[in-house]
């Protein structure tokens, strides 16, 4: 059920924000600290900003979601924020949670199915469903769709929808000036888009994600840094071995800058987890280049984590 993952991504959270930095090792201790900064800064947003302007039960908001990464750790964030907004909302209740109806089955989420993606990406999407009770919408594909006009035939479906939560970071490509909260451009179909993910560095990404333990996109163990289209994504070119790995801040190959956050995961089993490569995607991949790469958590300078993106034919 939606409220049990909701309960789940807010234990996670607070495992997270419990974790004495000061206590791990310097550089991981550092970034954790940092990270710890960033979900308060983003669970302000949330619930102090946002849940007061738009009900987050009432089909006032929905969620893009493509399954990325960037995506995927602002879903942990904002079902945990949902779980708490819930307990607020019963505060004063003489019965326990457990004697409340959560109002909500399932989660409005947003797809747009525009490029040819790969197979795992959508597998992961599609488990992404099963897994956090996602009221998927995906738009019809069609290249010839653009984003806008996507957009508007969502909103004719759930005119209900008066905001929509995107995990854009200012690192993004022409991310940098965008604000929390902001109206679309007048050339779109109104809404507002709802960004509270806006201030995350790629590091503070890959050490929450990695703690959490949860399932994610299989593209990112083989190399990719970044999900994009099948025809213009490659595996990231810094990460390629035996190239010196990305962050040039360790001789050691063999490990990563997130090994504690593996190690201690919110799961308890000191593994990473994603879903399966597709073999088609597998053969793909191996026949543009059959060298090996370190994994997506590798790379941790954010100028470089598009990369992997060719130059569009
Ligand atoms: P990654 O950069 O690793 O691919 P990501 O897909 O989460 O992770 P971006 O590609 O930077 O991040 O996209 C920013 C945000 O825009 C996503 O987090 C998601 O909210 C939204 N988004 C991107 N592509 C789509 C799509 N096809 N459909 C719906 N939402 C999308």
Redesign the pocket.
């Known amino acids: 059920m939606l409220q049990d993952v909701a309960l789940n991504c807010f234990n996670i959270t607070q495992s997270y924000l419990s974790i004495d930095a000061g206590n791990v090792l310097a550089t991981s201790g550092h970034v954790i600290r940092q990270t710890q900064e960033a979900i308060q800064t983003s669970r302000q947003y949330l619930l102090q900003d946002i849940f007061t302007r738009w009900d987050p039960f009432n089909g006032d908001i929905s969620f893009?979601?493509?399954g990325?990464?960037?995506?995927?750790v602002?879903l942990i964030i904002y079902l945990g924020c949902l779980w708490e907004f819930f307990l607020s909302s019963i505060e004063g209740s003489q019965y326990g949670p457990q004697f409340h109806k959560f109002p909500l089955q399932q989660l409005p989420t947003?797809?747009?199915?525009?490029e040819d993606t790969f197979d795992t990406a959508q597998e992961f999407l599609q488990a992404s469903v099963d897994r956090y009770y996602l009221s998927l919408y995906e738009s019809a594909k069609d290249k010839k769709i653009d984003m806008p006009s996507a957009f508007e035939s969502f909103l004719t479906v759930h005119p209900e929808t008066e905001a929509i939560v995107?995990?854009?970071?200012h690192a993004?490509p022409f991310g940098e000036s965008l604000r929390p909260i902001q109206k679309t451009d007048p050339s779109w179909p109104q809404f507002y888009r709802l960004q509270p993910l806006l201030h995350w560095n790629l590091s503070q990404i890959w050490s929450f994600l990695l703690y959490s333990g949860e399932e994610m996109c299989g593209l990112y163990e083989m190399g990719f840094?970044?999900?994009?289209s099948v025809n213009n994504t490659v595996r990231n070119p810094y990460l390629r071995v035996p190239e010196p790995i990305a962050s040039f801040t360790k001789a050691d190959t063999k490990h990563s800058d997130f090994q504690w956050e593996i190690e201690n995961n919110f799961r308890g089993d000191s593994k990473t987890h994603f879903n399966k490569i597709n073999e088609t995607d597998l053969t793909k991949i191996r026949n543009h280049d059959a060298s090996e790469f370190h994994p997506g958590w590798y790379l941790t300078k954010d100028e470089w984590?598009r990369a992997g993106r060719l130059a569009k034919k």
């Open positions: 893009s979601y493509n990325g990464k960037d995506c995927q602002l947003v797809y747009i199915d525009q995107i995990g854009v970071r993004d840094t970044s999900l994009g984590e």
